[in-house]
C-alpha cells in the first residue's frame, strides 16, 4: 500500500526541514479559495447551499498552503510534497470552480513531462520537496490520481488543454500492465519494479477511460489474485496474509467498481475502534488503517463516509464525518483556517511500521481533502464508474462456484 512506503521518506524529509533551525516560514495568501454558486460544465448538480463554517476553514487551509510553483504540502511547513495530495488538491479546486488555482498544479507537471514523465522508467516522482527538486520513486497510483485529476478539469472545464499530458499518462499506466493482467507499482529510485498494489490498480482501473483488454486483463487478475471468495472482498496481497485486509480496498472498491457489493462498507467493522485524539483530547470513533486498530486512520474513515455517502446511506456518513470533525486542528500561521490530521493519535501505519512523528499533529492535505470531497457532494470517480462491463467480468458478483 501507498502509506506503507510512504512514512520511511516522509519522515526524513519532516527532521531534514522541520528542525528548530531549519524551519521556512511559509507566507499565507492574501486570498482564499473561491467557492462557486454557478454549477461547472458537466458536474453534477449545482451548489445550492452555503458551505458550513468548518468546511471554509478546511478549504481556506487547503488554499493558503499552495506554494509559488504550485505545489502544495501534504502538511504546513514540512518541506514535504506528495504527487497524490496535489492530485486530490487539483480536484478540490476544480470542483468549486477554482480553476486558477488546479492549473497552477497541473501547469507544474506539465512543465516537466519531457525531463521527468518520459525519461527513464517513466512516470512522475511520487515525492519531492517544496521546491519541487529531489524527487524519488515513481509510483503507479499517484500518477493514476494526476490522471483522474486531469480528466475530471478537462470534463468540467470544456478546456482540454492538459490532453497531451494526460494521454502521456495514460500510456505509461498502461505500461505496467503485466502478462497476468495485473500493474506494476512503478520503479524505485535504483529502477527495480515495485510490486503491484491492489489499490493502485482498482483505481488505475476507474483512471483509464472505456473498457477494453486492459480493463478485462485487470478484472482477471483481480478475480485471481486478490479476491476473497470467502470474504467477498479485495485483498492487499497474498504474500502478506497477516495484512491481507485494508480498509482502503472497502471504500475505494465500493466507489470504483460498478454493483460492488455495499455488505463490503459493513464488513469494514472489523478495523473498526475508538481511540482519543492527541491534540483535542476527544475520544473519536473511526477505522483503522488494518486488523491491528492502534490508531484512527483520518484520511481513511474520510474514505469510507464517501462511501457510505455513495451508498446512500447518509446517516452513516453523516456519524463518522462528526466523529472527523472532532479532530479539527486550528492553523497557527494560517488565517481562518482548519484541519484534520492524518491519524487522531500515535501507533502503525498499514502492517507494523510506525507513523511519522506530527501524523497526529498537524494538518494533513489527504485528511482535508476526502473529508471535502464528502461533505461537498464531490465524486472523482464518477466520470468513469459507468464502464460497459461483461457481466461475465463482474467476479464481485458471481458466486463462489462459478
Known amino acids: 500500500m501507498r502509506i506503507k512506503l510512504l512514512f520511511l521518506f516522509f519522515s526524513v524529509l519532516f527532521f ?18 473561491e467557492v462557486v454558486d454557478a454549477e461547472i460544465q458537466g458536474h453534477g448538480e449545482e451548489i445550492s447551499e452555503e458551505p458550513s463554517p468548518v468546511v471554509l476553514r478546511a478549504q481556506n487551509w487547503l488554499a493558503q498552503i499552495q506554494q509559488p510553483n504550485g505545489l502544495l504540502e501534504s502538511s504546513e511547513n514540512t518541506n514535504f510534497v506528495s504527487l497524490y495530495d496535489n492530485a486530490l488538491a487539483a480536484l478540490i479546486f476544480t470542483s468549486q470552480g477554482d480553476l486558477e488555482r488546479a492549473e497552477r498544479i497541473f501547469d ?7 525531463a521527468e514523465l518520459l525519461q527513464g522508467h517513466g512516470g512522475f516522482f511520487q515525492f ?18 494526476l490522471l483522474i485529476a486531469l480528466n475530471n478539469y478537462h470534463t468540467y472545464t470544456g478546456n482540454q488543454r492538459y490532453s497531451p499530458l494526460a494521454q502521456e499518462l495514460e ?23 515495485i510490486p503491484k498494489v491492489t489499490e493502485g490498480i482498482i483505481t488505475a482501473f476507474n483512471a483509464v477511460a472505456g473498457y477494453d483488454a486492459f480493463h478485462k486483463n485487470i478484472l482477471a487478475y483481480l478475480k485471481q489474485q486478490r479476491w476473497d471468495i470467502e470474504a467477498k472482498t479485495l485483498i492487499a496481497s497474498p504474500e502478506t496474509p497477516a495484512y491481507n485486509f485494508a480498509l482502503d ?3 475505494l472498491g465500493y466507489s470504483i467498481l ?16 475508538t481511540q482519543t485524539a492527541t491534540v483535542t483530547g476527544e475520544e473519536i470513533s473511526g477505522y483503522c488503517f488494518d ?26 456518513s453523516d456519524e463518522l464525518l462528526a466523529e472527523i470533525e472532532k479532530t479539527f486542528i486550528t492553523s497557527v500561521s494560517l ?17 507494523a511500521t510506525r507513523l511519522w512523528d506530527h501524523a497526529d499533529l498537524t494538518p494533513a492535505l489527504s485528511s482535508n481533502a476526502w473529508y471535502l470531497f464528502t461533505k461537498l457532494n464531490f465524486d472523482p470517480f464518477e466520470l468513469q464508474r459507468e464502464k460497459e462491463i461483461p457481466p461475465s467480468d463482474k467476479f464481485w458478483l458471481l458466486e463462489a462456484t462459478d
Not at 335 to 349: L, R
Open 291 to 316: 486488523e491491528d486498530k492502534d490508531v484512527i486512520w483520518l484520511e481513511g474513515t474520510a474514505q469510507m463516509a464517501f462511501a457510505f455517502q455513495l451508498a446512500g446511506m447518509p446517516s452513516v
Open 335 to 351: 488565517e481562518a483556517s482548519s484541519g484534520i490530521p492524518y491519524t487522531t493519535n500515535q501507533g502503525t501505519t498499514y502492517g
Open 16 to 33: 531534514l526541514s522541520c528542525s528548530q533551525e531549519g524551519i521556512e516560514e511559509v507566507v499565507a495568501p492574501t486570498t482564499t479559495m
Open 108 to 114: 507544474f507537471f506539465d512543465l516537466r513531462r519531457e
Open 128 to 145: 519531492r520537496d517544496a521546491a519541487g527538486e529531489n524527487g524519488n520513486r515513481s509510483w503507479m497510483g499517484d500518477n493514476v490520481w
Open 171 to 193: 500510456t505509461w499506466i498502461r505500461s505496467l500492465q503485466d502478462e497476468d493482467g495485473g500493474l506494476w507499482g512503478g520503479y524505485n529510485a535504483d529502477g527495480t519494479r
Open 249 to 251: 480496498l472497502h471504500s
Open 258 to 273: 460498478k454493483d460492488f457489493p455495499e455488505d463490503v462498507l459493513l464488513m469494514a467493522d472489523r478495523y473498526r475502534t
